[in-house]
């Protein structure tokens, strides 16, 4: 193994930003579309209620399903750009070699969470919601749709912590670190 990260020259087979990020950043654009539609449906229900005295029907009912499909749907950007839970400033402390040894470790224990979450998630959404027809409180309507597509996300998202996983595996034994996140030229 080499002194020091990068000596050899080597690269890292595949890159899990550049092979599933493009779809991640979809998955994340379709969220963030999302979440703005539903922030304008809540100032239009507000405004009607304010001025008409006439509410949506069913907006607060809709909003709460709709934001478990939204905050799932950065999961996937996030995992693949290592923004969950990371302890960078012990890899610093230990040196860059054993720092990742450390990322892959955590990614590691990231994948494990994500099973747990993907079988909790499909465990809830088929025997607590789908099986008992569980339904919103105001419309009645099958809350089984926005809890599959949830699931769906998580299954993805352990899915695309493998990939990560492996990317961190292959850095870590070949000593390569990951390139630093470069910044948006303003052009200013």
């Given amino acids: 193994m080499p002194e020091q990260p990068g000596d050899t020259g080597e690269s890292v087979p595949f890159d899990a930003n550049g092979t599933l990020g493009p779809a991640a950043n979809w998955i994340a654009l379709i969220g ?3 979440i703005l539609g539903l ?6 229900d507000v405004l009607m209620r304010w001025l008409l005295n006439a509410p949506i029907l069913g907006v607060d009912d809709l909003g709460k399903y709709n934001l ?3 905050v799932s749907s950065f999961f996937p950007i996030c995992l693949i750009g290592g923004h969950f839970v ?20 955590g990614g590691f224990v990231t994948l494990c969470v994500f099973l747990l979450f993907s079988w909790q998630f499909f465990r809830f959404t088929l025997h607590d919601v789908t099986l008992t027809g569980l339904a919103t409180a105001v419309l009645e309507l099958p809350q089984a749709p926005w809890w599959w597509m949830v699931t769906a996300i998580i299954f993805a998202c352990a899915a695309i912590q493998v990939v990560v996983l492996l990317e961190a595996g292959v850095r870590a ?14 052009g200013v």
């Fill in 32 to 34: 963030a579309t999302a």
């Fill in 173 to 186: 034994w070949r000593g390569v670190p990951r390139a630093p996140a470069t910044a948006v030229d303003s």
């Fill in 68 to 70: 478990a499909v939204i």
């Fill in 86 to 105: 990371t302890i960078r400033f012990l890899g610093r402390a230990i040196g860059p070699l054993r720092a990742l040894w450390l990322e892959a470790f």
């Fill in 39 to 44: 922030a304008a449906a809540i100032v239009v």
